[in-house]
């Protein structure tokens, strides 16, 4: 028996799913919502039985912890006996900077790297603190292993990495690109390799969900990635702005009459589809208010497949041509009208899409008879890849 806890923590809430790691089969999931807000509850389901909610005061984090472990080790609606019957726990780390190169055993000095990338992961750094150290003292004796979103886009060569600001500013501020969603890129890159049986691969890794971002995968290794200093950059997003000239924001400041952290928050929560179509985040709404006629949801759509194509383009000059793209996420595994709206009109790259297999969900092979270039739709798994790298590190 080998059951590994995943743990997302966030600033109010605790995401966990337990996988048996001999047979990759998850066991239990949930999550808690509003830690120390009003309202505060846990959604808890172990596969095969019902699933329980639980609304109850937790202050903390170690409160919200204190109902995993319960929700878990329920007589009735539980996964196992007892914690004993866990051997390990892997924790989601947003921000591992350019210390990070690898998921790491969680000890006093790694925890003090996480916290030096506070100031650049602010929201997410300290939540995912949190939750290492109340698993540490609420489930004592286990290795714990915090795995990195920007781990994976490390091997980036210095001239993608690097922005054209003066070089100080890199060594003395640690500004460059840093690249997210690295767990997620790195399944759906090793998933391709399973499927076509080679590393020898120049893909492009299309992660597209409320947060979206894409990476130019050669050999295994990441060489460019979309996201930057912060999930910012790169592609228009659900709520997110993307690649904006950095002189609109001063201007956005004194037009809108914000200060520098609104104007982040402004970037970050209302622009991209949300804020050209005003209608939604949610790619379903906005290809429902389009298919009325709604030209601001076609258009937001339209900028969204526009600059993902953009990338893909800027990828295949950057590895010297492509041989797959992958989608994954909750709009590249569910969503046909994007991915036929990227992949039309590719030819000159040999992509040949076929459109008669996009009407799926979930993994699956677009790739026409005359295309170059495989299409492939890939169920991405970003906690049975946070269970692997802490299986391969602790077991
Ligand atoms: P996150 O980035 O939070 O993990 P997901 O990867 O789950 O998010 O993606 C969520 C997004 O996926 C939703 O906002 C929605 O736009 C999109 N989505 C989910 N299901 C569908 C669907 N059937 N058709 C189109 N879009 C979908």
Do not use: W
């Not at 429902?288 to 949801?297: D, H, L, Q, R, V």
């Not at 950057?318 to 992958?326: C, F, K, R, T, Y």
């Amino acid at each position: 028996m080998t059951n590994i806890l995943v743990i997302n923590a966030g600033s109010s809430s605790i995401k966990y799913q337990l996988i048996d790691m001999e047979t990759e089969d998850l066991k239990a999931k949930g999550l808690v919502e509003r830690i120390g807000i009003d309202g505060s509850a846990i959604t808890h389901t172990t596969i095969g039985k019902e699933k329980i909610k639980t609304v109850k005061p937790m202050a903390d984090h170690g409160e919200a912890m204190l109902e995993v472990i319960k929700a878990l080790t329920d007589e009735e609606t539980g996964a196992v006996k007892s914690m004993d019957e866990i051997q390990a726990i892997g924790h989601r780390v947003l921000h591992g900077g350019e210390k990070f190169t690898q998921p790491s055993l969680v000890n006093e000095e790694v925890l003090e790297g996480i916290r030096e990338y506070i100031e650049l992961g602010p929201l997410h750094n300290p939540a995912n603190i949190k939750g290492i150290e109340t698993c540490m003292e609420l489930i004592p004796g286990k290795p714990n292993v915090a795995v990195f979103d920007t781990a994976f886009h490390q091997t980036m060569p210095e001239h993608a990495y690097l922005y054209g600001i003066p070089y100080e500013a890199y060594k003395d501020h640690k500004i460059r690109k840093y690249g997210f969603h690295g767990t997620s890129h790195r399944f759906v890159a090793m998933q391709v390799e399973k499927i076509l049986g080679r590393k020898d691969l120049r893909i492009v890794t299309c992660h597209l969900g409320n947060g979206s971002s894409l990476a130019a995968v050669k050999d295994g290794k990441c060489i460019d990635t979309t996201m930057g200093l912060t999930p910012l950059e790169g592609l228009m997003m659900g709520t997110r702005s993307g690649d904006i000239d950095p002189a609109a924001i001063p201007y956005l400041m004194h037009k809108y009459n914000m200060t520098a952290e609104e104007t982040v928050t402004y970037l970050n929560k209302k622009c991209g589809v949300l804020g050209v179509s005003g209608v939604s985040s949610d790619f379903r709404d906005l290809e429902a208010a389009a298919e009325e006629g709604n030209e601001k949801a076609q258009l937001a759509l339209d900028m969204f497949c526009y600059r993902i194509k953009k990338y893909i383009g800027a990828y295949a000059a950057a590895m010297g041509g492509i041989d797959v793209i992958a989608f994954a996420g909750g709009i590249g595994e569910n969503d046909n009208i994007v991915r036929k709206a990227v992949l039309t009109d590719m030819e000159f790259l040999g992509v040949d899409f076929n459109e008669a297999a996009n009407n799926v969900r979930g993994d699956a092979d677009l790739t026409g008879p005359n295309s170059k270039v495989k299409i492939l739709v890939v169920s991405t798994n970003e906690e049975l890849m946070i269970a692997r790298e802490t299986k391969s590190l602790v077991l």
